[in-house]
Structures are given as structure tokens and as C-alpha cells.
């Protein structure tokens, strides 16, 4: 089946400009995961959802960065104000059932942001 | 707080022959998971092998195997007879349990399998 999917997979924005970033999870997946990978480093925790409650936002840097997945499906990650900072490749994460412990997270391919 | 430590940024093998990736953690919980993440160059990152603190037996999974010392808190990865495609960033990650899912990832380290 089908997996992760992420658009877009490249994501160039002036500094100042808002921006959109888009998560598919795969189909009936209750877990929702977004991380941010600085360039040389691991994957750091953004936000979490289970279905469509925001369960955890403790990650989200500033309150430029907001989360929202409405239908407990496709969820988007937005950047209000972008910084140079910012600029990161941004995973997506599901997970079949309710999230810790044992259960594998599915990565998508991620969106590079680069904010010039 | 939960930290992963990955004390070796870059490594590299000779096709056929073994390797093994250092992890280090600290958590406090007792109950927790932890996880050995592949990322090869532009492609998304897959599970390699996963491991429960309360399970005293080694993780393996084919040509990967784990040796997990909970009193150490130490975790690293073997990696037999290594392949081409074995080359990518390794990350190793931690799944404290209880209300904190969230995984903690290392910083990585590359392996170079080379020819």
C-alpha cells in the first residue's frame, strides 16, 4: 500500500512569507507525528496528534508554527513569518495505533524548507 | 528529560565484513523502546530493528543485531556482512513509554559501505 506522503518535497521562501506544508499519512492511521531535521542532525519532535486532537505541541519552536489535522487524516504543518532559522527538512510520522512504546513509526520522504 | 548520544559521526566498512554503531541514552523512565532508524541519501527513514528495556534477550533482525546493556544504557548496532545499500545515516531513538511518545533521536551516524 501506499505510504508516508509529503508536498512538497522542496519548499524555497523568501523570509517573511508564510508557508504550507502538506502530510498523508497512511490510510487509518491514528498517530500523526511531525518532526524537524536540521541539516547534520536527528530528527527533533514537533507536534503529535492522535486522530484529530493535538495531543502535544510541547516542540512547536514558536508560536509561528501551527498544526492542524481537521478530518484526523491529511495534516498540515504552517509557518507563519518565516525565518532563516526555520529553514529545515520537516518529517512526517504515522503510526497505526495509539502512539508509544512498541509501535513503528512511518516516515515520509519530507518537504526541504530553505528560507532565504 | 530524555538525551540520545551518538558518539560517531562518520563510519566506514568494507563489503562483507562487520560494523557495529555505538548509542548511548539516559531516561528515567523503566519502561521504555528503543529504535534503530535507517536514512539512506534522498529516501525516507525505515525501521531497521527495535528493542523493549524489559526484554533481556537481544534484538536481531537478519543481518542486524543489537546488544542492548540497560545497566550501561548502552544500545549499539551490528550490522553482519554488510551490502552496498547498507549505506545511509544511522539513527538511534528512544521511546520513553508511559504518557511521553515521542521518539529522541541521536544525531546519526553515517556508514560508508565501501567496495
Known amino acids: 500500500g501506499a505510504g508516508v506522503s509529503q508536498s512538497p518535497r522542496y519548499k524555497v521562501a523568501k523570509r517573511g512569507q508564510d508557508v504550507a506544508l502538506r502530510c498523508d499519512p497512511i490510510?487509518?492511521?491514528?498517530?500523526l507525528f511531525w518532526y524537524q531535521q536540521a541539516l547534520g542532525q536527528g530528527p527533533e519532535f514537533l507536534t503529535y496528534?492522535?486522530?484529530?486532537?493535538?495531543?502535544?505541541k510541547s516542540g512547536l519552536p514558536s508560536d509561528r508554527f501551527f498544526a492542524e489535522r481537521p478530518e484526523g487524516s491529511v495534516s498540515t504543518l504552517k509557518i507563519q513569518r518565516t525565518q532563516q532559522e526555520d529553514s529545515a527538512v520537516y518529517l512526517c510520522?504515522?503510526?497505526?495505533?495509539?502512539?508509544?512504546?512498541?509501535?513503528?513509526?512511518?516516515f515520509g520522504p519530507g518537504t526541504r524548507l530553505t528560507v532565504l | 528529560a530524555q538525551t540520545v548520544t551518538q558518539s560517531q559521526p562518520e563510519m566506514s566498512v568494507q563489503e562483507a565484513e562487520t560494523v557495529t554503531l555505538s548509542c548511548t541514552y539516559d531516561t528515567s523512565e523503566n519502561n521504555y523502546y528503543l529504535f534503530w532508524y535507517k536514512q539512506p541519501p534522498s529516501r525516507q527513514m525505515i525501521l531497521v530493528i527495535r528493542?523493549?528495556?524489559?526484554?533481556?534477550q537481544n534484538a536481531t533482525e537478519n543481518r542486524f543485531s543489537v546488544n542492548f546493556q540497560k545497566a550501561a544504557k548502552s544500545f549499539s548496532l551490528k550490522i553482519s556482512d554488510s551490502q552496498l545499500g547498507d549505506t545511509a545515516m544511522y539513527f538511534c531513538?528512544?521511546?520513553?513509554?508511559?504518557?511521553?511518545?515521542?521518539?529522541?533521536f541521536g544525531k546519526g551516524t553515517l556508514l560508508t559501505v565501501n567496495p
Open positions: 531513538a528512544l521511546d520513553s513509554g508511559g504518557s511521553n511518545y515521542k521518539l529522541t
Open positions: 528493542q523493549e528495556a524489559y526484554k533481556q
Open positions: 490510510s487509518g492511521h491514528v498517530s
Open positions: 496528534f492522535q486522530n484529530e486532537a493535538q495531543l502535544d
Open positions: 510520522a504515522s503510526s497505526p495505533r495509539l502512539a508509544g512504546g512498541y509501535n513503528e513509526q512511518f
